[in-house]
């Protein structure tokens, strides 16, 4: 059903679908987050063909927690689809993101 909508969605040759990630990031190192992103886009690329993962990993030290959740929810914005990696329940801005997408109608593949 949602591959049905996502092709409906986004009809068109040559359409790249953009992919928000949600992840919990609050104690793993950056390799670990790096590492779980690509495993969630191949497994997006198997299932959904053709896409693109939008950034949302910010390295930015300067800005708080509240500012990357800002940036993530723009990002948000641009997606065709969400993925929610595991734990996402447990983690405050994952639980915001994941309600974002409930609210304003963005496909969630996986959570």
Not at 23 to 38: H, L, N, T, V, Y
Not at 71 to 81: F, G, R, W, Y
Not at 86 to 100: L, T, Y
Request: proline letters at 4%; a negative charge.
């Amino acid at each position: 059903m949602i591959a049905l909508f996502l092709r409906r969605r986004n009809a068109g040759e040559g359409y790249t679908m953009k992919i928000f990630i949600s992840q919990p990031m609050r104690g793993r190192s950056d390799k670990e987050i790096q590492s779980e992103r690509a495993e969630m886009m191949a497994a997006v690329k198997r299932q959904y063909g053709d896409a693109e993962e939008l950034d949302t990993f910010f390295s930015n030290h300067e800005w708080g927690p509240l500012m990357c959740l800002a940036k993530s929810i723009e990002a948000l914005s641009q997606a065709d689809a969400a993925v929610f990696a595991p734990g996402w329940q447990n983690a405050r801005g994952c639980r915001i993101e994941h309600q974002c997408c409930v609210d304003y109608v963005v496909p969630i593949l996986a959570d």
